[in-house]
């Protein structure tokens, strides 16, 4: 990898969730890095979530890239480096001699070095899908509904109707059911073609939330009956962090 990549993020913290949002999902993965900005899609070793990630050179203070590289990174190890991130810090991402070189430059200059690692593959298609169902609302109170739900269940429905969007879990522990309307505000924007209802695993929302909702205010929620869901966060600077979840079908 002889291409010259220098890449200056001005917020240490903010680098670190978005790391940290993507660590929730996948365990190793590609950041394809070119003239346009940075971006990563990968599934969940399961491969019952996929994430779409795109960040462009824009959001950077600083960008240095001279053609296409793609950086292979084990994101346990990223995200357990990127801890150490503070908001007061910028963040520089190298790669030098084969191993992505991350420097933390503060009150003092961190540098850490990661191997950079052979992941194999084509880039991933987007699912292609049509959503009845599409809803804008706090990624706050979203993130407590689900919390909610995991008291009693390790499955989830999303529920719309023409009035309201409804999260719900039933199980021998009991039932959850919280309800979203536009005149609460709990809703900031809505659009139902038809009442659709799909059931999806908890597990994998409550790691989707964990750190998305440190990097946006608004979630974007869109699904079908029995199909994906897409649970979507605009990023500062342009960027967007997207989460593909397959449904749970009931039996």
Sequence with gaps: MSATIRLVFGDAREWRYIVASLAALVDEANFIIDSMGM??????PSRIAMVDFNLPASAFE????EEEVK??????ELNR?????????RVVLEVVGGRLKITMVGKAERSFSLPVIDIAGEELPLP???????AKMLSDTLKDAIKDAELVSDSVSFEAEEGFLKVSARSDKGNVEVKFTLESGSLIDYEVDEPS???YPISYLSDMLKGATNLSDIANIEFAT?????????LAGGGRLSYFLAPRLES
């Design 226 to 234: 029995d199909k994906p869901l897409l649970l979507s966060f605009e």
């Design 39 to 44: 971006r990563l899609r990968a599934l969940d």
């Design 128 to 134: 292609k899908l049509n959503f009845t169902v599409r």
């Design 62 to 65: 600083e960008y240095q890239c």
């Design 197 to 199: 209802k799909s059931t």
């Design 81 to 89: 480096v990127m801890k150490r991130g503070r908001a007061d810090e």
């Design 71 to 76: 950086i292979g990174v084990n994101f346990d």
